[in-house]
């Protein structure tokens, strides 16, 4: 099969690799019927997180099942199947808490961004839909894999609720999906903070009340100008650079909470969030606490968070698709593998 490949930064490479098989009896092989690069991808693609060797890339997919090993029973081949990021076993002490990214018996994937992937922990991991999805669902099916899970995690962490005001940090896709997750949690006012306006259109289709495109000081007044002069209730930082942090802190409003979920870099402002009171929580999504309530929500309809995906590209271009978002040319780049159509005719 092929698959995309990391060798050093900058260099993402489609390659031909191993097909992957059972190997564990709790193992499913998925035929992929679309992936799709993360922003945390591009800290390797950038050389910020270092890469010692060539090594298959990529944790975001769904796709049919091919085959299963034989403890697994919660799906089949020909289903159709959603992942998150963080494979969990769904049944540990920690995943019954509703924990799953922190699962004591976490696995992880070998490269999602391929023709085929094998899913470890699957009956913890998978979840499938009743029925073959419509095309026009796919890219909505696929946000579920991480990024509509982590900016719903975002909302969690810090408490959005029915009259909450609420700021977000970062207008990538996750940073998007927060603004859709804090609507549905019932915001009562959402600000998304961009300077870009595609990005800005996407925000406001999702449901955004207001948008402030200043940056640093003239931000946070913009933000507590809308606030009664105090901050938002809830901030979500969906980036991870101390700057955003350091954002998020002067955006919340004193005894305020924010929600962490930008893969972090850098210091924490902790003098800040001690002097104001702030709460904090955050880290990896729970995407398989959350799947199946936001499964639900795509297909019946309700959100639509496969709007984060202005580029779609065939595996092969998978050069294309890391410079395209590493540029800030697309918002975020879905890949179709070229086995795609054979998966859905085999199984549809």
Same mark, same amino acid.
């Given at each position: 099969?092929?698959?995309?490949?990391?060798?050093?930064?900058?260099?993402?490479?489609?390659?031909?690799?191993?097909?992957?098989?059972?190997?564990?009896?709790?193992?499913?092989?998925?035929?992929?019927?679309?992936?799709?690069?993360?922003?945390?991808?591009?800290?390797?693609?950038?050389? #910020?997180?270092?890469?010692?060797? @060539?090594?298959?890339?990529?944790?975001?997919?769904?796709?049919?099942?091919? $085959?299963?090993?034989?403890?697994? %029973?919660?799906?089949?081949?020909?289903?159709?199947?959603?992942?998150?990021?963080?494979?969990?076993?769904?049944?540990?002490?920690?995943?019954?808490?509703?924990?799953?990214?922190?699962?004591?018996?976490?696995?992880?994937?070998? !490269?999602?961004?391929?023709?085929?992937?094998?899913?470890?922990?699957?009956?913890?991991?998978?979840?499938?839909?009743?029925?073959?999805?419509?095309?026009?669902?796919? @890219? $909505? #099916?696929?946000?579920?894999?991480?990024?509509?899970? %982590?900016?719903?995690?975002?909302?969690?962490?810090?408490?959005?609720?029915?009259?909450? =005001?609420?700021?977000?940090?970062?207008?990538?896709? /996750? !940073?998007?999906?927060?603004?859709?997750?804090?609507?549905?949690?019932?915001?009562?006012?959402?600000?998304?903070? $961009?300077?870009?306006?595609?990005?800005?259109?996407?925000? %406001?289709?999702?449901?955004?009340?207001?948008?402030?495109?200043?940056? !640093?000081?003239?931000? #946070?007044?913009?933000?507590?100008?809308?606030?009664?002069?105090? !901050?938002?209730?809830?901030?979500?930082?969906?980036?991870?650079?101390?700057?955003?942090? &350091?954002?998020? =802190?002067?955006?919340?409003? /004193?005894?305020? $909470?924010?929600?962490?979920?930008? /893969?972090?870099?850098?210091? &924490?402002?902790?003098?800040?969030?001690?002097?104001?009171?702030?709460?904090?929580?955050?880290? @990896?999504?729970?995407?398989?606490?959350?799947? @199946?309530?936001?499964?639900?929500?795509?297909?019946?309809?309700?959100?639509?968070?496969?709007?984060?995906?202005?580029?779609?590209?065939? &595996?092969?271009? #998978?050069?294309?698709?890391?410079?395209?978002?590493?540029?800030?040319?697309?918002?975020?780049?879905?890949?179709?593998?070229?086995?795609?159509?054979?998966?859905?005719?085999?199984?549809?």
């Amino acid at each position: 099969m092929y698959g995309a490949v990391i060798h050093a930064p900058g260099d993402v490479r489609y390659e031909e690799r191993p097909e992957p098989t059972i190997i564990e009896p709790t193992d499913a092989v998925i035929r992929v019927v679309a992936a799709c690069v993360c922003g945390s991808d591009l800290w390797r693609y950038r050389g #910020i997180s270092p890469v010692p060797n @060539p090594t298959p890339i990529g944790h975001e997919y769904c796709g049919v099942v091919e $085959s299963v090993g034989e403890a697994v %029973t919660t799906v089949k081949p020909g289903d159709f199947v959603v992942g998150g990021f963080n494979p969990c076993d769904n049944t540990c002490a920690a995943c019954r808490k509703g924990a799953t990214a922190n699962c004591l018996n976490a696995a992880h994937y070998e !490269g999602c961004q391929a023709e085929k992937l094998r899913v470890p922990l699957a009956d913890g991991t998978l979840v499938a839909t009743p029925e073959m999805p419509t095309d026009d669902l796919i @890219p $909505s #099916i696929l946000a579920l894999s991480d990024v509509m899970c %982590t900016g719903w995690h975002a909302a969690v962490s810090a408490g959005v609720g029915p009259g909450k =005001s609420v700021a977000v940090v970062g207008d990538g896709a /996750v !940073g998007l999906c927060a603004v859709l997750a804090a609507v549905q949690l019932g915001a009562q006012k959402v600000i998304a903070m $961009s300077r870009h306006e595609s990005r800005q259109k996407a925000a %406001t289709a999702f449901g955004a009340t207001h948008i402030v495109a200043e940056r !640093g000081d003239e931000g #946070i007044a913009a933000i507590q100008a809308l606030t009664d002069g105090i !901050g938002a209730d809830c901030v979500l930082e969906c980036v991870g650079t101390e700057d955003a942090r &350091l954002q998020a =802190s002067g955006a919340v409003r /004193v005894g305020g $909470s924010i929600g962490l979920v930008g /893969v972090p870099h850098g210091d &924490l402002p902790v003098e800040q969030f001690f002097w104001k009171n702030i709460g904090i929580k955050g880290g @990896p999504a729970n995407c398989r606490a959350y799947l @199946p309530h936001l499964l639900e929500l795509v297909l019946n309809r309700t959100i639509n968070p496969g709007i984060v995906f202005d580029l779609e590209l065939p &595996l092969s271009e #998978i050069a294309e698709a890391y410079a395209a978002m590493d540029e800030r040319r697309a918002i975020k780049s879905l890949v179709r593998p070229n086995a795609y159509a054979k998966a859905v005719s085999q199984f549809g």
